[in-house]
């Protein structure tokens, strides 16, 4: 890919486009990535059952975009999938939730006999791979299975109880201890993990006698309160009141490089874990990620010209700001990281819960010295403004309009350039699709009454 700039215009005219059409047919492209009973993937000799996810179909060379296989099934990026499957009119749900379950309980056993519960990513076949044991895998399965309970049959039913039973186990015997990270970089206390792994257990304690969990009940209680204060040993002020995403110890002495200190997976756990998107700190956080991307040395440029348009768009956002992964580390000039369309889409749906609980508790968002920056973002400095959801939404959209302008013909990749815009990476990632769709049931949520430029 060339370096210079080149801005990339597409066919997709945003300014009229439908976000709820465009998710719909996101959702078409993410299913290409299911494997079923007769849509089988295969890798050399290996060939896909059913049930399995592909993070991506992008092998080594794809394109000459990537050196990267993403052909494989990580816990968590399928969990986050499945629950972005269940309306489409013309796939079968039951199916999809069936093979899904089915597949899980395979990869949990193939875990168990190696001794590597937490294993995030297995083979198409259900197989353990060499790869790194994350923590928030487990809590993300429950919360998967959790969605899908009423769309499961007798028999699979059973095995999703199962499922659950083994993993808040695990979970309670696990939650104390270190990780690696969302990225898979770092090893130490994350703050993604613990907010994730916070979610469901409340989300258990409600249902523990109809789940088979009411033994537990008193544990998950207590793991769901140490979680919580945990998660608060988190904030610093490294450049401003922020969390850091991942520390060492309990005083909270953030882990080196590899944006420990500042990381999205910070706003992320907003969108999957427990964290609360009206938190100042959180915000706080937020406004320092969505900063470095936009101003400074590291800014991505492609931010900067989707600023200057007509009507702006964006910014995207990255992983953090000292980013080196470019889904091609075997080329020869210089890695850097890009802006990924999932962290984009995460941040837009930020906006969108936070308009929703404007609405619906007014009291619970405040605009404070902490919170200042993040409001003054997304053009608020008063705060009596009548207008906050209103600018939160449309922030939201701006962020959402970047992705869909720099799409290719809607199809998204991992990241974009950071230059030039162009899709880069891995094609078709499968996260992508459902951050995307994600995001737009949070905005269905968020826009009530209030004026919308979009279907």
Not at 386 to 395: E, N, V
Request: charged residues 20%; proline residues 4%; glycine residues 6%.
């Amino acid at each position: 890919m060339a370096s210079s700039f080149n801005y990339l215009s597409t066919s997709v005219d945003v300014s009229s486009v439908s976000f709820d059409a465009i998710s719909k047919y996101m959702q078409v492209l993410l299913l290409r990535n299911f494997a079923t009973g007769t849509w089988v993937f295969s890798k050399g000799a290996m060939q896909s059952v059913k049930g399995c996810v592909l993070a991506s179909p992008s092998l080594p060379d794809d394109r000459g975009q990537t050196d990267q296989d993403y052909v494989h099934h990580w816990i968590r990026d399928a969990a986050i999938c499945i629950p972005e499957a269940l309306d489409n009119p013309v796939f079968m749900a039951r199916n999809i939730c069936e093979d899904y379950t089915m597949f899980s309980a395979l990869c949990q056993e193939n875990a168990e006999r190696a001794s590597r519960f937490a294993l995030a990513c297995f083979h198409i076949d259900g197989t353990v791979r060499d790869w790194t044991s994350q923590t928030d895998g487990p809590a993300h399965r429950i919360l998967s299975l959790l969605a899908i309970e009423d769309r499961l049959s007798l028999q699979a039913l059973a095995t999703a109880r199962s499922i659950i039973e083994k993993d808040t186990r695990y979970l309670l015997s696990a939650y104390k201890e270190q990780t690696h990270n969302l990225w898979e970089e770092t090893a130490g206390f994350s703050f993604y993990a613990r907010s994730v792994q916070r979610k469901a257990f409340l989300s258990l304690i409600g249902r523990a006698d109809e789940l088979g969990l009411s033994p537990y009940t008193n544990d998950m209680w207590a793991a769901a309160e140490w979680l919580g204060s945990q998660m608060a040993t988190h904030q610093g002020t490294y450049d401003g009141q922020q969390y850091y995403a991942s520390i060492t110890g309990p005083n909270g002495k953030p882990v080196d490089g590899r944006g420990a200190t500042l990381n999205v997976d910070v706003v992320m756990s907003v969108v999957y874990g427990s964290t609360s998107c009206a938190d100042p700190v959180l915000l706080s956080t937020a406004a320092l990620v969505r900063e470095a991307f936009v101003q400074g040395d590291r800014r991505y440029r492609i931010n900067d010209a989707d600023r200057a348009l007509p009507r702006s768009r964006g910014p995207m956002i990255g992983r953090y700001p000292e980013d080196t992964y470019d889904g091609n580390q075997s080329d020869a000039g210089p890695d850097a990281g890009h802006p990924w369309a999932l962290t984009t889409c995460n941040f837009a749906e930020l906006y969108f819960m936070l308009a929703a609980k404007l609405k619906s508790s007014p009291g619970a968002v405040i605009v404070n010295a902490t919170t200042q920056k993040f409001f003054a973002q997304v053009g608020v400095s008063d705060p009596a403004d009548p207008d906050i959801a209103a600018k939160l939404i449309d922030a939201g959209d701006r962020m959402l309009e970047a992705v869909i302008y720099h799409s290719d013909r809607l199809q998204l990749s991992e990241q974009f350039d950071r230059d030039n815009g162009y899709e880069c990476s891995v094609s078709d990632l499968s996260w992508s699709y459902a951050a995307f769709r994600s995001a737009v049931r949070a905005r269905e949520a968020a826009v009530g009454d209030f004026p919308s430029r979009h279907g």
